[in-house]
C-alpha cells in the first residue's frame, strides 16, 4: 500500500507513518519545518523528506490514500492535488480507525489525564508480555515508538484527543474512533480557539459517549460531576462502569496503594496519579488483566514522559518538570507535588505557553491554581505573543487573574534563569509546569 502525509514531521504523525513503514507499506511525506525528534527518527526509516516544503508532484494517482495533518492550511498545494485527482484523504484519526476496524477499539478520553491512563495500560501489558496496537502521545520507556499498527493484534488502545481532527474535517479526534471500550477521566473546559463556549467543549464528551457502539462499556470518573452527568443522562445502550481514587498512603515521600493483598509501594505520586491509575485498572481487567497482574505491574511505572518527570534529586532539592498548562492540570499537579513533599518548600513555575493560556478572557480560569505553592512564578514569552498576534499582557492583570499578588512574572527567559540559579534550594522542591520550554531553558543544565 501507497501512503503519502501532507505535515509528516508532526509528532503524532511522524510515529504513523514510521508504523507504516514498519507494516510494509511504501511511506513519503512532505512538511515546510522539521524538528528533533521527528527529523532523526524519520531519518532513521528512510522516509525523510530530502527537501522541505510541499511538492504537488509527490501526489500522483496510485497513491492509496493521503494522510492530512492538522498544521497543514486549506490552500496546502499537496492537498489540492489531492483533491483534483479524487484521491482519499484521510485525517489522522480517520486513518488510525481504519488501520483498527476490525480490532477492538479502546479509548482513553479525557481533559485530562488519557496520556497518563493509556501509558499506564500500555505498560501494565507491556510487562505481561502482551503486545496489543496502541496510539499514545507521549514518549515511553520500553517502547520506540508511540503507535503500533499490525495485522495480527485483536485490540487497538488508543489515546483520545478531543481536537479538531484536520484542516478538512472539524470534527474532535476521539468521534471518529467508534470504542469498543472507552474511558472518560475528567473534563475542564480548553482549545478554547475552537470550542468557544463550556457548552460546545461539553458536547464533545458527550458525542464521544454516544459514539461508543452498541453494546460497549465506559469506565467513568465519579469524583467528576461534569463527566457524571453526561455519562449517567446517554441513552446509549452500554454498560457503566464507575471508578475513584483508590484508598492510599504517603510514608517517608513514598506513596502505597492500599489492596486486598496489603500495600504496594509505587513510583508515581499524587491523587489524580491514583485516579488514572484506578482508570487504567479497569480497562486492564476488560483485557484479561486480572488485579494481581496489574498490581505487579504498576509497581514499576514511572509515568510517562514529561508528566510528573524527576529531572534532579540530591539531600538538599528536587527538580520535577510536567506538561500540566490547562488550569485544571495545574492545580492537580501543583496539589499533588505539595501532598508528596510535605516539608520542603515549592516553588512552581508554570509557562503560559497555550492559545488558551494566552487569551486574557480565559485566564480568569486559573484563579487559585498555584494556591498550594509558597513561591510562584509565571513564565509567558512575549515572541509567543507576536506570532499568535497578541497583545502582551500586564503582570498585574496576570496576578489579578490568578487571585495571587505574590506571583513574579516574567517575560524574557534569561531573567527567569538568572531568578532560578540564584535563589536558595535549601529544602526546596521545584516543580516546572509547561507545554513549552521556557523560550529553551534547559532545565537539566540548570
Known sequence: MRVHFIAIGGSAMHNLAIALKLKGYQVTGSDDSLFEPSKSRLEKHGILPQEIGWF??????????????????????????????????YSYPEFLYEQSKDKTRVVIGGSHGKTTITSMILHVLHYHGR?????????????????????????????????????????????????????????AWDHINVFPTFENYLEQFEKFVDSIVN????????????????VLKSQNPIRKIPYKTPAHFIDN????????????????????????????RHICNHLGIMDEEFY???????????????????????VYKDYAHSPSKVSSTTAA?????????????LELHTYSSLNPEFLEQYKDAL?????????????????????????????????DESIKVFTNPEELK????????????????SSGNYGGLDLKML
Request: glycine content about 6%.
Open 131 to 187: 503486545e496489543e496496537d496502541y496510539m499514545v502521545g507521549a514518549q515511553l520507556e520500553g517502547f520506540d515508538v508511540m503507535v503500533r499498527s499490525t495485522e495480527d493484534s485483536d485490540f487497538m488502545i488508543m489515546e483520545g484527543d478531543e481536537y479538531l481532527s484536520s484542516p478538512l474535517d472539524r470534527r474532535s479526534k476521539f468521534l471518529l474512533y467508534q470504542p469498543n471500550i472507552a474511558l472518560l477521566s475528567g473534563i
Open 418 to 433: 538568572d531568578y532560578l540559579l540564584n535563589t536558595s534550594k535549601d529544602s526546596k522542591v521545584f516543580l516546572m509546569m
Open 337 to 349: 507535588v505539595k501532598e508528596q513533599y510535605k516539608d520542603k518548600q515549592l516553588l512552581a513555575c
Open 215 to 230: 453494546g460497549g462499556l465506559i469506565v467513568y470518573n465519579t469524583e467528576d460531576m461534569n463527566v457524571m452527568r453526561i
Open 371 to 403: 494556591k498550594q505553592a509558597d513561591e510562584k512564578i509565571v513564565y509567558y514569552s512575549e515572541e509567543a505573543l507576536k506570532i499568535k498576534r497578541r497583545e502582551p499582557i500586564e503582570p498585574e492583570f496576570i496576578k489579578k487573574a490568578f487571585n
Open 253 to 280: 515521600g513514598i506513596t502505597y496503594l492500599e489492596t486486598i493483598d496489603g500495600p504496594i509501594p509505587l513510583e508515581i505520586f499524587g491523587k489524580h496519579n491514583l485516579s488514572n491509575l484506578e482508570g487504567a
Open 56 to 89: 504537488p508532484e509527490k501526489i500522483t494517482p496510485d497513491l492509496d490514500a493521503v494522510i492530512l495533518g492538522m498544521h497543514a492550511h486549506n490552500d496546502n498545494p499537496e492537498m489540492l492535488k489531492a483533491q483534483e485527482l479524487g484521491l482519499k484523504i
Open 296 to 318: 505487579e505491574a504498576i509497581q514499576t511505572f514511572k509515568g510517562a514522559s514529561k508528566r510528573l518527570e524527576l529531572v534532579k534529586r540530591d539531600s538538599n532539592h528536587v
